[in-house]
């Protein structure tokens, strides 16, 4: 029996009154909010045989970079695997992808989503999953124009083209396009509050451009769609940068242990969030002190993951943090290890990954010289690590300070040189380039 979802695309379902639960689901998936598992399950328990809701499942589980879920999310791919051959072409495609991200082609996977949107442009599971994909991959240009290719194509002030102009807002700040951002990301909040996608695109808009107070505004006004959200440990990260910028310290340190950090079990996104800042403020010297240990714990169980290199970037910031040389060396085996098979991660694992980690375990341990040698040639390819321009900074300013702990005045200074000419409004970059100054 066919449906439709509250897009207008053909589903496999048994009653409408499941459909509708399915869409409240696909909803707070695009939107970042409530809880999408919780009601997959609910979806599932009513109809086991609803194929797009154990595909739904399976991707948000399977996207999460967290191993650990990987027996869940297999399960769900399972089961829509057993359904698909009653299923169309288009969920049987759906099928396809999510096998093909799990197996470690994740360019394969994005073809897959590509090609269900090339026919069938209303495919918000499609859209949203490429889109995920993209980011994880670090494609800043297919954050913008895959949904570029889409949104000519929704119906003019729908709630589709809404949530589409959310990750097309997005996509054109990560790729420089700060007004048209700005505009495209806002129109989206417009027209649903609760559109946390979109309030982040904004919030990534006023960080890249320094517009600090602009920010902090931003946030504050949409308390209603951050605070619920699966994104608010990511949104709060986001206010500490701003403090982070105008040197606040103190406050930056109050967002971390207020909103930040959350105690174990806690999703791979925040404690990327928390390790990252603590991090950033280890840079520049700051006592954060001992707030590296829990982190560490935690990274600790996904050691041997082998399984986002960007993960285990992060992991590393951790271990090295909180001086567990045992850790460090461990996880830089496992990487070792790593680089020397096949597949996307392992090749993102030798150019970025082992680099990187070394680089951070030297800056740790005061060999600066060797840290800045291991980050100059790795830092302009890193996009494709994944993440966003604000989360690969990070490189950017471990490479800064090395070379100036190192003593090499004139690399610290180009460097600075270069973040001011992006930011030259920046508190954080005009007091560190006076600093330099002085000192050469």
């Known amino acids: 029996m066919m449906g439709i979802d509250r897009f207008g695309v053909p589903v496999t379902s048994a009653a409408p009154a499941v459909i509708a639960d399915y869409d409240a689901a696909l909803t707070n998936t695009l939107t970042f909010q409530g809880a999408p598992l919780d009601d997959l399950d609910r979806v599932v328990a009513a109809e086991p045989r609803f194929l797009m809701a154990h595909l739904l499942k399976a991707m948000l589980l399977g996207m999460s970079t967290d191993k650990a879920l990987l027996p869940d999310t297999e399960a769900a791919l399972g089961r829509a695997d057993d359904l698909a051959c009653a299923a169309g072409e288009r969920e049987r495609r759906h099928v396809r992808a999510i096998q093909a991200w799990l197996a470690g082609r994740f360019a394969d996977a994005a073809e897959h989503w590509e090609s269900i949107l090339v026919d069938q442009p209303n495919d918000a599971l499609a859209l949203f999953a490429a889109h995920q994909g993209d980011f994880l991959l670090g494609r800043s240009s297919e954050l913008r124009d895959r949904v570029a290719r889409r949104l000519a194509d929704v119906d003019r002030g729908s709630a589709l083209e809404g949530y589409y102009l959310g990750m097309y807002a997005f996509g054109l700040e990560e790729m420089g396009a700060y007004d048209a951002a700005l505009e495209a990301g806002q129109r989206a909040v417009a027209g649903d509050p609760n559109d946390a996608w979109a309030i982040h695109a904004v919030a990534h808009v006023h960080e890249m451009t320094n517009e600090v107070d602009a920010g902090e505004q931003w946030l ?221």
Request: glycine letters at 6%; charged letters at 25%.
């Open 220 to 440: 504050a006004a949409q308390a209603r769609g951050c605070s619920g959200s699966t994104l608010a440990v990511h949104l709060a990260w986001h206010r500490a940068l701003y403090h982070y910028d105008e040197r606040r310290w103190e406050r930056v340190l109050e967002q971390y242990d207020g909103k930040v950090r959350r105690p174990a079990p806690c999703a791979v996104m925040e404690l990327l969030d928390a390790t990252s800042l603590l991090w950033r403020l280890a840079l520049q010297d700051v006592d954060v002190g001992d707030r590296w240990q829990p982190l560490a714990e935690a990274w600790e169980a996904r050691i041997d993951d082998a399984w986002y290199a960007f993960n285990d970037m992060h992991a590393m910031m951790a271990f090295a943090g909180a001086g567990r040389g045992d850790l460090a060396g461990r996880l830089i085996a496992v990487l070792s290890a790593t680089a020397r098979m096949d597949g996307e991660n392992a090749a993102v694992t030798r150019a970025i990954g082992l680099p990187v980690v070394k680089a951070f375990l030297a800056y740790s341990e005061k060999r600066y010289a060797e840290a800045a040698a291991l980050l100059s040639p790795v830092r302009d390819r890193a996009v494709s690590s994944g993440g966003s321009h604000a989360q690969r900074d990070v490189l950017a300013l471990t490479l800064a300070s090395a070379a100036e702990k190192a003593g090499n005045g004139a690399h610290a200074r180009a460097l600075l040189n270069e973040r001011l000419a992006l930011r030259p409004r920046s508190s954080l970059n005009q007091q560190w380039m006076s600093r330099i100054r002085a000192s050469t």
